[in-house]
DNA sequence: AAGACGAAAGTGGTTGA
DNA sequence: TCAACAACTTTCGTCTT
């Protein structure tokens, strides 16, 4: 007796994404998480391999990261340490250090507050699940807890923690999606992107032009048949080298638009252009390439036929 | 008249010396 | 740090439906 949910409930969307890793059921189209078991496996993403530094080495229950105080109050020790202190001089260190690491913290706290209301605002803007948004929150913590954020706008290192979390959990956002919502520009957002990422040691897989398939079909109110023909193309697409180097987006969109020609389900290429946000010469250029590297006029031609 | 096509010039980002 | 380079965009003229 097991229920399948099928459509998703808000949207009656059927892109139900089943993503193992998580636990969790993902609405690619409106982003809503039906199901939500999650365990926390991301603990791993960090490496110390250099030595150095240990410190930032993590074990211990999972917090949340979306709430400003993850519930560890980190404090230089109180009174009991002091007996260990001799001199005055030492005690005045001591004292000196904690005021300053207080300073710090509240700083660090009042910046997290904020900024997590930024992202909260730019997430629900941009309808993202919960398991991305946690995940954007955790990049962001330690972007401040690392120093970061220094000679950077709060905006664009949210922005740019959101737009690495999309990635990593496979629900793409083009940068032009997380400037509107942000309103923050696409190049900053990059820049603060590639920067963090770096920094934090982040692991990105090159986003995949799939992903992009149903939320772009969606909007366009294709049939379940054209996306998973999208889906097909693109997988031979992959295959004729067609993929690498070139522009996720427009691949998706060509692809898109190829099938929809192949079901009878026309739309311009502008309509598809506006939706992928790339130019119709760069779906022409996508789509004549489809079209001689997988051999598709002939099918092209029947379903012209088929029309009259 | 609207859509599709392609050429040419310009832009922003990556790469390699 | 600079120049070469590929991908993508903008713009525009022409062809097709």
Not at 78 to 84: A, K, P, S
Request: overall charge positive; hydrophobic content about 35%; charged content about 35%.
């Amino acid at each position: 007796m097991e229920t399948m949910v099928k459509k998703c409930p808000e949207c009656s969307g059927i892109n139900l994404f089943w993503n193992r890793d998580k636990g969790e059921i993902i609405c690619k189209d409106c982003g809503l998480v039906i199901e939500e078991k999650m365990v926390d496996f991301g603990q791993e993403w960090r490496d110390f391999e250099d030595g150095e530094d240990v410190s930032g080495r993590r074990t211990g229950a999972p917090m949340t990261y979306t709430k400003h105080d993850q519930g560890l109050g980190t404090e230089v020790g109180r009174t009991g340490d002091l007996y260990g202190l001799k001199s005055k001089k030492d005690r005045d260190k001591f004292f000196r250090l904690r005021k300053w690491q207080y300073r710090i913290s509240t700083a660090i706290e009042r910046n997290l507050k904020l900024a997590l209301a930024e992202l909260k605002r730019v997430s629900s803007y941009l309808k993202l699940p919960k398991s991305v948004e946690e995940e954007a929150a955790r990049v962001y913590t330690l972007a401040v807890q690392r120093g970061l954020v220094r000679g950077r706008s709060m905006e664009s290192v949210v922005a740019g923690a959101l737009y690495a979390a999309c990635r990593r959990h496979e629900v793409p956002r083009t940068l032009d999606e997380l400037s509107e919502a942000s309103g923050i520009e696409r190049k900053e957002i990059g820049r603060t992107y590639r920067f963090v990422t770096r920094e934090l040691n982040v692991k990105i897989l090159p986003s995949n032009p799939a992903d992009y398939i149903p939320r772009f079909a969606s909007s366009l109110e294709l049939s379940a048949k054209t996306q998973s023909k999208a889906v097909e193309i693109l997988e031979k697409a992959h295959g004729a080298g067609l993929t690498s180097g070139r522009g996720p987006t427009g691949i998706a969109a060509a692809a898109l638009y190829v099938s929809a020609l192949l079901h009878g389900e026309k739309r311009t290429q502008r309509e598809v252009a506006d939706v992928a946000r790339v130019t119709e010469v760069t779906i022409r250029n996508r789509y004549k390439e489809l079209l001689d590297a997988l051999k598709l006029e002939k099918e092209l031609e029947r379903s012209k036929k088929k029309k009259r």
